[in-house]
């Protein structure tokens, strides 16, 4: 008798299913999954942000070297100093944008415009 009224409990529940797709309800293990997916799906695009930002920063800083020893002459002093600078940068962009080191308050740059001001009279 157990397992009848476990066949006919499951045959319901395939049914309710069945008539909810109809009406496209999701069911909650559906709306648990798609929301896991969601998450995942920001979590990498995230990720994908902070390392492009990152890797774009030393890029430049490269780039930058290269150039300033070419036109210069300093070579490798501009290389290794600009790209110790694109270094920084990068660190400073993903910090920034991960949020833990935020961009000065607007009431703060205001009071050194300010400053800037007065010093300049």
Request: proline share 2%; net charge neutral.
């Amino acid at each position: 008798m157990t397992e009848n009224r476990k066949e006919g409990l499951e045959e319901r529940r395939k049914r309710l299913g069945a008539e909810l797709a109809v009406r496209g309800v999701a069911t909650r293990g559906e709306e648990e999954a798609e929301e896991r997916v969601t998450q995942n799906r920001k979590g990498y695009a995230e990720a994908m942000k902070l390392s492009s930002e990152f890797i774009s920063a030393v890029v430049v800083g490269a780039i930058l070297g290269y150039l300033f020893d070419r036109f210069v002459g300093t070579a490798p002093w501009g290389m290794i100093v600009l790209l110790l600078l694109g270094f920084c940068a990068g660190v400073l962009n993903v910090l920034r944008t991960a949020g833990k080191v935020s961009s000065p308050h607007p009431a703060d740059r205001s009071t050194d415009a300010e400053d800037k001001r007065e010093a300049g009279r």
